[in-house]
């Protein structure tokens, strides 16, 4: 293992003194040693439902999530993406980190690193799995580090930092938020910074070698802690080169296989999950051979399940998982599938066409405030987009469900919660940025959701026991999460999405409606059901928005 990490360092920094890796795999090996035993089922996460979450607005802070711990497991879940809860001003919604070491006050009161724990082990007890997101591309401007580097060009931590005299340079660069954002330099004293989201979280200089160590002390600490895993955000912007676009650059992935191999060297089984907004053939780059990220988000499958569902017709769907869009993955790796996110239901080109765009802006922007990014995005909850009709939202559920891949479920979209019109002008006032995304956050009002649990006529119910039957089935069969995918045509209907999911000896059959009538289907011989796991009615007859899931 020494040898990869001084074969990536030379990739690196090949003029920088090798002495200075050595001494920090010193720090490596103190926090091996010390190291808990290793998960007992290293690839865990491909058999997981992931429940993504900002901890005070789900429920207060960790003290209130741990009270709701039950009501997780009892819905199928067995992994929680806590959304940042790393010390912050919470200028971006906690991904503006300005204390890597420490959680937010807030969500932990005086006795911080205990109360996080006590959660920690309360949720490995429930058998629930925790990761949480690391911001590593940036920080925020109140970070000690930043606040000494504007101290002047001498202070040694200035080259923690990209800064230019006039702004010239990364003119390739796109501007991330755009419509928000009008350039990726900032003034600052008689220079200006580099920054590829807001203006107020510098870009952290990776040809610095201390901010590697810095970042890799950080997943170091926090694994020791009992974290699980990390969701490593913007990964694909890490290392800034002239006259490139700054996006998915060797030294980049040559960054991301250190964090890997010190993670893996210390405790194997510690998940790094990558977000890079790109096309999947971009994507699974940052799995590497197996030796970079072991999962990454299907960025481009989610715009393509509403497509699919407002034409009526599966095929986008089997269009996006065609290898010849989704290349096949190393082994051990594994995409991460979602309907909705604590971002905007994303639109970019790099994964859709301008048609496509088009189109689905078109059908599931339905008020002109979801407009995020000036076309490029809708800001808007499951249950908005899909016009609060528990038929469309749980026909998305299955979809997902059945697919390929490891399922993100959205804190709130499992009762059906609405857009957060106060919360969003709140954070206007409070950020000064109108960003649309805090359209789709806000807090759960638990006294309200509970009541509409109890009533069988609520949307909240009608979602929620739907959601809670599939997880539920699901987690039975180790073929949703693992298994090949084999897409049918049943009847010559269109509307009619059919794939079998076979792994070992389990083969299912999944079939979607996408219609909004009835349809018939007849399968072939060689498909008899044996059992329908959602206790849905038998026969060839599936209603409208209807689906099925057959064990063969």
């Not at 003119?171 to 008689?190: L, Q, T, V």
């Not at 407009?371 to 026909?395: C, H, P, V």
């Not at 940025?433 to 759960?444: A, N």
């Not at 999460?481 to 079998?500: D, H």
Request: hydrophobic share 35%; proline share 5%.
């Amino acid at each position: 293992m020494k040898s990869t990490f001084i074969s990536l360092w030379h990739q690196l920094y090949p003029d920088a003194d090798e002495n200075l890796l050595h001494n920090f795999i010193q720090t490596i090996e103190v926090y091996r040693q010390s190291a808990h035993a290793s998960q007992s089922q290293p690839d865990w996460y491909k058999d997981a439902v992931v429940y993504s979450l900002y901890v005070d607005l789900f429920n207060h802070d960790f003290e209130g999530l741990t009270r709701k711990l039950p009501y997780l497991q009892s819905l199928g879940v067995n992994c929680l993406w806590l959304l940042p809860i790393l010390d912050s001003p919470m200028r971006d919604a906690g991904f503006d980190i300005k204390d890597f070491f420490n959680i937010r006050p807030d969500l932990t009161g005086t006795n911080g690193l205990e109360i996080f724990r006590t959660f920690l082990d309360k949720a490995h007890q429930c058998g629930i799995y925790v990761i949480f997101d690391v911001a590593i591309n940036h920080c925020s401007e109140e970070l000690h580090w930043f606040r000494e580097a504007k101290k002047g060009r001498e202070n040694p931590y200035r080259n923690y930092f990209i800064w230019s005299d006039d702004a010239s340079e990364f003119k390739e660069a796109r501007i991330i938020f755009k419509g928000i954002e009008e350039s990726n330099w900032e003034r600052c004293g008689d220079a200006y910074y580099f920054h590829r989201f807001f203006n107020f979280q510098p870009d952290l200089n990776y040809k610095n070698p201390e901010v590697l160590f810095a970042m890799c002390r950080t997943l170091l600490y926090w694994q020791a802690t009992g974290v699980d895993g990390f969701r490593a955000d913007a990964i694909p912007y890490l290392w800034k080169e002239a006259g490139t676009d700054c996006e998915n650059l060797p030294q980049t992935h040559a960054v991301v296989k250190f964090f890997r191999a010190i993670l893996d060297y210390v405790k194997p089984g510690t998940l790094l999950l990558a977000e890079a907004c790109q096309q999947p053939k971009e994507v699974v780059a940052y799995l590497g051979n197996g030796d970079e990220c072991h999962a990454a988000y299907h960025f481009p499958l989610m715009p393509r399940i509403y497509k699919a569902l407002a034409m009526q017709s599966g095929k986008p769907i089997e269009e996006t998982l065609d290898p010849n869009f989704t290349p096949p993955i190393p082994a051990g790796t594994q995409w991460f599938t979602f309907l909705r996110c604590h971002d905007e239901l994303s639109l970019e080109l790099v994964y859709v066409t301008e048609e496509e765009r088009k189109y689905i802006h078109e059908n599931y922007c339905l008020d002109k405030k979801w407009d995020f990014r000036l076309g490029e995005g809708i800001a808007a909850r499951l249950s908005e987009l899909l016009s609060r009709d528990e038929r469309k939202i749980l026909l998305a559920y299955s979809i997902m469900l059945s697919l390929p891949g490891t399922p993100v479920i959205y804190y709130g979209d499992d009762v059906a919660k609405l857009n957060d019109e106060s919360y969003y002008e709140e954070q206007i006032k409070l950020n000064g940025k109108d960003d649309t995304r805090f359209l789709v956050r806000g807090k759960m009002n638990w006294p309200q959701i509970e009541k509409e649990l109890t009533d069988p006529g609520s949307l909240a119910f009608k979602v929620n026991s739907g959601l809670k039957q599939m997880l539920g089935a699901r987690n039975q069969y180790k073929a949703f999460g693992r298994g090949r995918i084999e897409f049918l045509q049943l009847s010559g209907n269109k509307s009619v999405l059919a794939y079998l999911r076979e792994y070992q000896n389990e083969k299912l059959l999944c079939v979607h409606n996408l219609s909004h009538e009835e349809v018939s289907i007849q399968l072939p011989e060689n498909l008899k059901p044996r059992q329908e796991l959602l206790g849905k009615p038998d026969g060839n007859t599936i209603e409208a928005l209807g689906y099925r899931w057959f064990v063969l």
